[in-house]
Nanobody
């Protein structure tokens, strides 16, 4: 599987962005996906993931109620809708392919493939 992330940019605090992660490969629909972010000097952290086959999402506490993860299996694409953005959301966001089924989790060790990051900058 190869992943291509897009949709980052510069936005003011309180604004919105939608990230997309397009996947190639035939196993996309049967594996859970996640969105992660990283700032310089810190470890990559999980933001949201979506389970298969029920599509149940799981979020980092600090983004609950603001971010929404979804997936379109026909387009082999995972989305992250980010609303009410805060300056502390500034990071390089990347998507991860787990190779796993069932309930997802935000631990980076269970994700086997990563897309290139897309930079999200939230100004105050």
């Amino acid at each position: 599987v190869q992943l291509q992330a897009s949709g980052g940019g510069l936005v003011q605090a309180g604004g919105s962005l939608r990230l997309s992660c397009a996947a190639s490969g035939r196993t996309f629909s049967s594996r859970f996906m996640g969105w992660f972010r990283q700032v310089p000097g810190k470890e990559r952290e999980g933001v949201a993931c979506i389970s298969v086959p029920d599509g149940e999402p799981f979020y980092k506490n600090s983004v609950k109620g603001r971010f929404t993860i979804s997936r379109d299996n026909d387009k082999a694409t995972t989305y992250l809708q980010m609303n009410s953005l805060k300056p502390e959301d500034t990071a390089v966001y990347s998507c991860g392919f787990s190779g796993g089924r069932g309930a997802c989790a935000l631990s980076t060790v269970i994700y086997s493939t990563w897309g290139q990051g897309t930079l999200v900058t939230v100004s105050s």
